[in-house]
């Protein structure tokens, strides 16, 4: 099969799309067809091994475990090992690969890869299987860090940097909880964001939310631009701030550890501050947030937003656009002959 191989850490520019043998499939796993990828920031730390950190979480020392990146995808299954009782052949299925929860390389920059049942759901009849492989990465994100949906019925949630990977869908979410929400981004993107549902926009390069009046329930914060404690002057005395982080490709600068003394530091502050973090007793695991993915996808409260779609033999245009350009929405790999 062909698909894209990564042999080292370094620069997007190193892959190489090759001829590799097929996935052998486990007991518990499922061989998929795999007919669209999505590329996310944790696609690229793992291509570049950046911060060094990652490598030490999962990834690979020296270099990668897997040599095939990418975590996310949607296609058809092909064939399924003795065990697996949720999925047949021609199912058309999407979700992640990667069995550790951390950074590492998931093989579905291929034809096929083998991934294991419980982080498959079936894909719904009313999106594309390029919006489907959008969704499970960026939607694990939302999901994982927002409060449960009875905290912030009828709440004011404040999303800010709304109109990347995560924040589309995080704001979607929110919206189906029957929050108000606030969205900030840069102004090409509240048009879009408006379009997705938010009641309000804030252009960040011409307003900062913290200097404004309005008081927040919630305030979920992908680019961490203002710290926790500026940030606190716009919650509600029972509001949350929940910090996402984000490395801009590296030029954060943060090369051995990135963000990970950061997030330490914030957990332990945690244990403090109330306002801190979602506030849920339990978190959930990617086996039920690709289902309630799912849902939220084949009811419509859901509608993935997609950039642009490259064939994989377009590997490094693909990646220079995910790291170079503005995007408004997923950039998706095809395999489709
Ligand atoms: N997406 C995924 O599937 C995924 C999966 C796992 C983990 N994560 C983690 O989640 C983080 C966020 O991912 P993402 O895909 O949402 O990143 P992203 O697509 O880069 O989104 C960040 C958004 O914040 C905006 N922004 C930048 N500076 C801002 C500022 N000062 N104020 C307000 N908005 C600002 C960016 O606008 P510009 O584009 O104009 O800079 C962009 O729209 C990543 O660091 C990643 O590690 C993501």
Known sequence: M???????????????????AEPTV??????????????HPDVWHVVAGWPYIVRLMGSGLFKPKNPIPGTDMAGVVESVGDKVTRFQPGDEVFGETIAAQGWANGGTFAEYVSAPQDRLALKPGNITFEQA??????????????PEASQLEGREVLINGAGGGVGPLAL????????????VDTTNKLDMLLSLG???????????????????DLIFDIPGNHPFSVC??????????VPIGYEHYGKSGRRIFGLV???????????????LGTGKSSRPTRAETIEVLRDLLATE????IIDSVFPLSEIHEAFRHQIEDELHGKVILTTAR
């Open 26 to 39: 486990g007991e518990n796993e499922v061989l998929v067809r795999v007919r669209a990828a999505s590329i």
């Open 301 to 304: 409260k859901l509608t993935p």
């Open 172 to 183: 979607q979410i929110v919206k189906s909880y029957g929050a108000r929400v606030t969205a």
């Open 198 to 216: 938010a009641d309000r926009v804030i252009d960040y390069t011409r307003e900062d939310f913290t200097r404004g009046d309005r008081r927040y």
């Open 133 to 146: 492989a959008s969704v499970p990465a960026s939607g694990f994100i939302a999901l994982l860090n927002l």
């Open 2 to 20: 062909k698909a894209i191989v990564q042999t080292k850490y370094g620069s997007p520019a190193d892959l190489r799309l090759r001829e590799v």
């Open 232 to 241: 606190k002057r716009v919650l509600n005395p029972e509001g949350r701030y």
């Open 261 to 275: 003394p950061h997030f330490i530091y914030l957990m332990l502050l945690a244990r403090f501050d109330k306002q």
